[in-house]
């Protein structure tokens, strides 16, 4: 068995059933442990995300935080990974999608809060946090230290893969089929914008998410809700069929939902699996940005960036579906192939049902758009992962340049060995997350009740 083959293997078992059972597991826990406040408060949550705090300890605003952790999540994953996730379990992936990501509200919320609780000061003045300094800090001792250590190991392993020539060799391929350019021409302009963003720190790159993730996400909505409108004679039976296969034994998608057969754990694992790759919670990513943020209370960066979480999966990989489903190409084979298409063609596919040549345009765009500021996000997640094993600046700024120059190598070649081992890093990183959200639960807890008590129900 070669090398690739066994990087294959472990990477389909670390992000299989077991993992994906933790995951939501944990979620489901911190709901109920936490008194369904997550949920309650989300609409509070949502318009806490432009209160500036000008006077408190943090490199960025709360919006900007959220911003910076929405770039590493807004990806790949809502274009092509809910497309992959109806062609493999049919529509009724997007029922589980949506279910786990309820869940994650809570555990985005409980791993920020300890995120901004256990939070240090660097040598620069710059804010570190993230599980990692809640593992050292929070759990503290020999087996705090070892959680803290493997989990900065394998988010840094993870930044230069799924965080950066995943993403990049996805600009490349998008750009390369719809405007005919070069790899090494967008590798090369990859390098460029990339090293202009990020050798500027973290005040850079909270500055060019704020403007990129939400004016990306604007445009991608819009084109996506003028699709479901043109389409809207077929949308109640493409959220039946999504509802009927989210819970069917087993059975076939007629109508809107195409020939696609899927059993219910069919739709579950792939639903539960493509919704957590998109917006990470319970992987420890988005907290190391939630750690940053200027704030005078734990829990309320906690609720500002759990609603990643909503907006990411609830909303941005929702409509993705619902377009998809709602424009009946869902099952379309490849006629050079016979196989069922999948991926960015299948949304670039339901996307031409409205917008004709122009979708590829499109969702190319989108795409590059996404990735991009994913590179940006998880540059930042990497760097303070690195910060936390090594101290030195110059290895910092090193690290910066590095990261940059590896996007060319992204844009121009597949290296699917390089490609599972990253995949399997960013899914090792929740075990010892996920064993710190268990451990320190009556610390976001006592968070989570203390803002409840003091700040909201007092209206402040």
């Not at 300094?133 to 893969?161: D, E, H, P, Q, R």
């Not at 988005?286 to 704030?295: C, G, H, L, V, W």
Request: proline share 2%; aromatic share 12%; glycine share 10%.
């Amino acid at each position: 068995m070669d090398l690739s083959q066994i990087l294959n293997d472990v990477n389909n078992f670390v992000w299989g059933p077991v993992m994906l059972a933790f995951l939501v597991g944990t979620g489901i826990f911190l709901t109920v442990r936490l008194n369904f406040m997550p949920w309650r408060n989300l609409w509070y949550a949502i318009k806490m995300i432009m209160e500036h705090k000008a006077d408190n300890k943090g490199d960025l605003s709360p919006f900007q935080s959220l911003m910076t952790a929405l770039s590493a999540t807004v990806g790949t994953g809502n274009i092509v990974g809910v497309a992959t996730a109806m062609a493999l379990g049919g529509p009724g992936a997007i029922v589980w999608m949506w279910i786990s990501a309820a869940f994650g509200l809570s555990t985005k919320y409980a791993e920020s809060v300890l995120a901004v609780k256990y939070r240090e000061t660097n040598s620069v003045g710059e804010m570190s946090g993230g599980p990692m300094y809640a593992m050292k800090n929070g759990i503290g001792g020999t087996f705090g230290k070892i959680l803290a250590t493997l989990f900065a190991v394998f988010a840094v392993c993870a930044s230069f893969g799924i965080g950066n020539m995943t993403q990049a060799n996805s600009i490349s391929s998008a750009f390369n089929a719809s405007f005919g350019w070069s790899n090494e021409i967008t590798g090369i302009l990859l390098v460029i914008c990339s090293l202009a963003v990020l050798i500027r720190g973290v005040h850079s790159i909270g500055k060019v998410s704020s403007f990129i993730v939400p004016s990306m996400a604007f445009f991608y909505i819009l084109f996506t809700v003028i699709i479901i409108i043109v389409n809207f004679e077929n949308i109640p039976s493409g959220l039946a069929i999504m509802f009927q296969m989210a819970f069917s034994l087993e059975s076939v998608a007629g109508g809107v939902g195409g020939s696609i057969v899927a059993s219910m754990l069919t739709a579950m694992r792939w639903g539960v699996a493509r919704g957590v790759f998109s917006n990470e919670a319970g992987l420890g990513s988005a907290p190391i940005a939630a750690a940053a943020a200027r704030t005078d209370h734990a829990s309320q960066q906690g609720y500002v960036n759990m609603t990643g979480t909503f907006f990411d999966t609830m909303i941005i990989c929702f409509l993705t579906g619902l377009v998809i489903a709602s424009s009946g190409v869902l099952g379309t084979t490849d006629p050079e192939t016979g196989k069922v298409i999948s991926g960015a063609p299948l949304t670039i596919l339901a996307f031409s049902t409205v917008y004709g040549e122009g979708a590829k345009y499109i969702v190319s765009i989108a795409l590059a758009l996404f990735a991009y500021s994913t590179i940006l996000g998880w540059e930042y997640y990497g760097e303070k992962s690195l910060e936390y094993l090594v101290s030195n600046r110059v290895i910092i700024i090193a690290y910066r340049v590095i990261f940059s120059l590896i996007t060319f190598i992204g844009a121009t070649q597949t290296l699917d060995i390089v490609w599972n081992f990253s995949d399997t890093m960013n899914g090792l990183m929740a075990i010892p997350n996920l064993l710190c959200l268990l451990i320190l639960h009556k610390d976001i807890a006592n968070e989570c009740f203390d803002y409840q008590k003091n700040f909201i129900n007092r209206g402040l």
